[in-house]
């Protein structure tokens, strides 16, 4: 059984769950009832509303009716394990959950995998709760939306992104992303031109700056592609600049 590194936990003031503003629904989703309680009492002292569920199928049903903003899920589930947990709360409708996953040190598999399906960021055990509500707060950060209004659509030849709708049209037609293909395709098209590594991309895109592996950025490229360009093999959009890494044709 995966142990979790304890801090002391926070005392005094109002009950957290009494807050008079809540700053966001997070479930945690874990078998083991000690770290699921932990979690959740850190977060709640952090402001957050905050539900446990033990299991994938009780994950999904909770995130049908109450909709958390976050989920933190471990991937070691019964019955349902964690990927095909966070796969099946893409189809749950309603605004996208953000993912953090709970991972063992010998699931590297298990983890990358987690990423290229769309997971924001993951955690291993045993873990710091400070550090994982630090992580959920970054993550909540990113996925704001931005009180400047609506971003305009980008145009590049028959390539429309619309960033405000989170929605891809080639020649008028719409393409289906997951969320890390239209983050990635977002993020350089908001910079065309301009050539990132691998390395940037991880840190931009995926927010990990201490990730090692990055064949994850060359797979999102290789189904962008697939999506996007008339000729994948000889691309018109994402341009490969060898040696250095991708870019946006303007």
Not at 195 to 223: A, G, K, N, P
Request: zero cysteines.
């Amino acid at each position: 059984m995966a142990r979790l590194t304890l801090a002391p936990i926070p005392t005094g003031g109002d009950d957290p769950q009494m807050s008079e503003q809540s700053r966001g629904r997070i479930l945690v989703v874990d078998d083991e009832p000690t770290i699921a309680e932990i979690v959740a009492r850190y977060l709640q002292r952090a402001h957050y509303e905050t539900r446990i569920a033990g299991d994938g199928h009780a994950a999904l049903a909770r995130a049908s009716t109450w909709h958390p903003d976050l989920v933190v899920l471990d991937l070691m589930l019964p019955g349902l394990d964690g990927l095909e947990v966070m796969r099946l709360l893409r189809d749950i409708g309603g605004p996208r959950v953000a993912v953090i996953l709970l991972t063992a040190k010998g699931e590297e598999t298990d983890r990358i995998d987690g990423l290229r399906l769309g997971a924001d960021d993951y955690v291993v055990k045993p873990f710091s709760p400070a550090e994982l509500v630090a992580r959920v707060e970054a993550v909540l950060r990113r996925n704001e939306v931005s009180d400047d209004g609506p971003e305009p659509p980008l145009h590049f030849g028959a390539l429309e992104i619309d960033l405000s709708g989170r929605r891809v049209l080639v020649a008028g037609e719409d393409v289906v992303l997951t969320q890390r293909e239209f983050d990635l395709l977002a993020f350089l098209a908001r910079h065309p031109g301009q050539v990132f590594t691998r390395d940037h991309l991880m840190e931009q895109v995926w927010r990990f700056s201490f990730y090692s592996d990055t064949s994850t950025v060359t797979v999102h490229i290789r189904r962008l592609r697939a999506k996007i360009e008339p000729e994948p093999a000889q691309p018109r959009y994402i341009e490969t600049v060898w040696g250095v890494g991708y870019r946006l044709r303007p």
